[in-house]
């Protein structure tokens, strides 16, 4: 059962990769982690030299008696100060970033669209 899961948020975070993409933004996974990043090249090194990453999207998954809840938030235009109390999956050395803060003028019928084009792509 836990295989399971496991490979529903792998193929959530694969669609939304794609959708990313769509935008030349090229979204990754990170062992540990749950959710998609993006390196930035453009902020500091952390102390011991490597990549900055921000998280430009959360995955959420509940099972209850066979029954999924779960849903992806992309960020597409968030006021990012809101997220300046919250530490993403519990690591402090990476923000969170947005598609707009990525300097791309995206919009939610944007994404949707890419959503669109890319899912039977995931899931098919």
Do not use: Q, Y
């Not at 490979?7 to 982690?33: D, K, T």
């Amino acid at each position: 059962r836990g295989r399971d899961v496991r490979a529903f948020v792998a193929r959530l975070e694969a669609w939304i990769i794609a959708a990313l993409a769509e935008f030349n933004v090229r979204g990754e996974v990170r062992e540990g982690r749950v959710g998609v990043w993006v390196t930035r090249p453009d902020k500091p090194p952390l102390p011991d030299g490597s990549p900055r990453e921000d998280k430009i999207a959360a995955i959420g998954v509940k099972l209850r008696k066979w029954i999924s809840f779960h849903g992806i938030s992309i960020n597409v235009e968030p006021d990012l100060s809101h997220f300046d109390g919250i530490v993403p999956c519990g690591i402090r050395d990476h923000g969170v970033t947005s598609l707009v803060d990525l300097g791309l003028p995206v919009t939610m019928d944007d994404l949707d669209a890419a959503l669109k084009a890319t899912f039977a792509k995931a899931f098919d």
